[in-house]
Structures are given as structure tokens and as C-alpha cells.
């Protein structure tokens, strides 16, 4: 939807309108997003007006999977500069909310625009009466010298067009991310997590210690029921001397084994090891695999680790160092601990960070994600 058209011109500066922009980023898109194969339905394909209700029509008869509307913005101030994109935050289940947030985020890369910013309380007809994940983004300023002589260009225009391009193709096909929590369960933070994860409708992976789950059999059982996967850390909270041997090992971890099953009734498949235990055992690692491979469990490696355990970090930092690490990675395991208490505290706002990934559960039909460690 390039906003505006025929008798009702936007906002306009120094003879610049913002419905001519509009159009030009709309016409530029379709070509761009027909190209890789998807079906682009117009609103407008020239200088017409549309009223509101009609756009919306147009939309929902047809049946379109996502609503984006391109427009302008401006205001009394010249300074005042880049890109807003907003989305009707009341109805949820319609995923407005990643669509915009990924438009906007991938259009800021592409065009290296300030950040405005992604705003839940869009009162715009074509974002609230539309029943497809809607958002409407304002990719400039007509009011600012500099982003006005910018938007007219063809240039800058494809930058727009490429970012806005980006954010659709993550909406409809995200990265794969997978949450593991290591070393719980624990009374302080397990059940914040859960809380958080079935707010969000994510579902995560535990790797559990088995003398926690001894200690703590209700929070494992919790996890089960809110339908989480279950996986082996260790059974003794010291794990130093499991890693010495393969019998070591074995051992240990069919304790784990029993009190997983005797506790929550799941006969786990999937196994994890520590990180911290492994770093000069990689011999003794790669055997524990073979033998715990030969008897039918599956290993998964993580490639982001959060670095949660470390108290030092506050909070800030460990999102932007997880952001750092995780950028860009198609499949992602992130290794967090349900132990740290402040991993509780902010996985609601970690987890905003990433909205080019679908969050999935690692079950040993996942194939093994061997990434080695970063
Ligand atoms: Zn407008």
C-alpha cells in the first residue's frame, strides 16, 4: 500500500509529495518481492485515491497473508529525522508486531537511517481493520533537508526497498532458534522462565541436573506439562570428575536417567555436557559421544553461549553480547542456565531482540547440531 494518492497528496515540503514517494518505493517493491516469487497485490499502481475502508476491502477479500503500508512523515521541527514504523498492538494473535519489527529493523540496516521508534498504538484504519499481520512504516521525513533530498532519489529508494524486502522474507522464513536452559531446575528462577516462555508461546529445552531434579521434582514436572523437552546435563551438581572417563560418564548419567523418569515419567533422549568441564577434554568428549551415540541418545552442541552465569555482566551487556554472537547465524542453539537468576529477569527482552527467529524445541528428531563452539 503506498499510501495517500490523487486528490489527497500526504505531506508535501519544497514541492516533494509524499504520495509521489509513496508509489515510487511501492512500484520498486512489488517488482523486487514478484521477482523472488511472491504473489504482490496493489493498492494503487498509479496516482489514484483510495479511500481508507477500500484499501482495507481490497486486503481482506483477497485474502493477503501481510498488510504493508509505505508512507511519510513530517513535522514542525527540521531536525527531526528517520524511521518509525508502527503496528496495532490490541490484537496479539495477529503477529503485527514481529512483521513491523522486522521491517524496521532491516530497513535501518539498509539504509543506515536513525532509529525511531516501533510503535504498538497505530489508531490507522489500514493497520487496525485489516485482519492480516499489518504494519505501516514511515521510512523518512519530508520536513528534514537531508532525508527529503534522499527519499527522492532512486538510490536511496532501492536501500528502502532491500531492507523492507529483508524483514518479509525473515517473516516468512525465520532463522531457527533453539533456547536451551542448562543446569536447573532451580526454585528461583525455573518457574519465572516457564512464566515467561508460556507468555510468549515459546517452547524451550532443559537440560537438567538430576540431583535438582531429586530436589525439585515439581518445577521438572512443570516443565513437562507446559510441554518443554527434557535433556541430560549430569546428575551431580559438582560435575567435575564425570568427565574424567567414559565410565565416568555412563555412570552418572543413568542416574540422571532414572531420576528424570522416575520423576516426571520422560525417558530422555537428548544429552548436553557443561561447557565449563569440557575445555581440555576433547578426547574424552568426542568418545562419550561415540558410546552415548552407539547406545541411541543424540548430543547437541550449542554456538551462542550467554555468558548468564557470569554475575559481573550486568544485564545490558549480556544482550548485546548475545545479539553480537547470534547475528546473522541460521540456526542458533543458545546455551542459558536456569540457574542464573538474572537470565529470569530478562528473558522477556532477550528474547524481543530476535525476531528473525522462530524459537523451536531440540528433540532427537532435530538433527544433531554439531556447530562447534565459539
Ligand atoms: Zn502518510
Known amino acids: ?29 512489488q517488482k523486487k518481492l514478484s521477482d523472488i516469487g511472491y504473489q504482490v497485490i496493489m493498492i494503487r499502481e498509479g496516482d489514484q485515491y483510495k479511500a481508507k475502508e477500500e484499501r482495507v476491502e481490497m486486503a481482506n477479500e483477497a485474502g493477503a497473508h501481510i ?26 494473535s495477529r503477529d503485527s508486531k514481529r512483521l513491523a519489527q522486522l521491517i524496521h529493523q532491516e530497513t535501518l540496516k539498509s539504509t543506515g537511517a536513525l532509529s525511531r521508534e516501533v510503535k504498538d498504538n497505530a489508531e490507522f484504519h489500514v493497520t487496525g481493520k485489516t485482519k492480516m499481520p499489518a504494519c505501516l512504516i514511515e521510512t523518512g521525513f519530508l520536513s528534514n533537508k537531508e532525508e527529503r533530498e534522499k527519499l527522492g532519489t532512486k538510490e536511496y529508494q532501492e536501500k ?13 522464513y525465520p532463522n531457527t532458534m533453539y533456547l536451551t536452559f542448562d543446569r536447573g531446575p532451580s526454585v528461583e528462577s525455573t518457574n519465572k522462565i516457564l512464566d515467561v516462555l508460556k507468555e510468549k508461546k515459546i517452547k524451550a529445552t532443559f537440560f537438567l541436573v538430576g540431583e535438582r531434579v531429586r530436589q525439585n521434582p515439581e518445577i521438572a514436572r512443570k516443565i513437562v506439562a507446559n510441554g518443554h523437552t527434557i535433556g541430560i546435563s ?25 531420576a528424570v523418569l522416575e520423576v516426571t515419567g520422560v525417558g530422555v533422549k537428548i544429552f548436553q555436557f557443561p561447557q565449563e ?24 552442541d550449542w554456538n551462542v553461549k550467554l555468558k548468564d552465569e557470569l554475575i559481573s555482566e550486568g544485564v545490558e551487556e549480556l544482550i548485546k553480547n548475545a545479539k553480537e554472537r547470534v547475528m546473522g547465524k541460521e ?6 542456565h536456569d540457574t542464573a537468576y538474572n537470565t529470569a529477569l530478562y528473558l522477556d527482552r ?25
Not at 160 to 172: A, L, M, N, P, T
Request: aromatic share 10%; proline share 2%; net charge negative.
Open 1 to 29: 500500500d503506498g499510501g495517500h494518492g490523487g486528490e489527497d497528496e500526504g505531506c508535501a515540503r519544497e514541492g516533494v509529495r509524499e504520495k509521489d514517494i509513496n508509489l515510487d518505493i511501492a512500484i520498486q517493491l
Open 350 to 374: 532477550l528474547i524481543e531482540q530476535f525476531p528473525e527467529y522462530k524459537m523451536e524445541v531440540l528433540t532427537e528428531d532435530v538433527d544433531p547440531i554439531l556447530l562447534g563452539k565459539e
Open 234 to 258: 549430569s546428575f551431580k551438581e559438582d560435575d567435575s570428575e564425570i568427565y574424567q572417563s567414559v565410565d565416568n560418564y555412563i555412570e552418572d548419567f543413568e542416574e540422571a536417567y532414572k
Open 160 to 172: 528502502i526497498v532491500e531492507g523492507i524486502v529483508q524483514g518479509i522474507e525473515y517473516y516468512f
Open 331 to 336: 540456526k542458533v542453539v543458545l546455551l542459558a
Open 67 to 92: 498488510y504493508v503500508s509505505i508512507h511519510q512523515n513530517a513535522c514542525d521541527k527540521p531536525e527531526v529525522k528517520g524511521v518509525e514504523t508502527w503496528y496495532d498492538g490490541k490484537d496479539g
Open 277 to 300: 568441564n569440557m575445555d581440555n577434554s576433547e578426547k574424552i568428549r568426542e568418545l562419550i559421544i561415540q558410546e552415548m551415540t552407539a547406545r541411541g541418545f543424540v548430543y547437541y
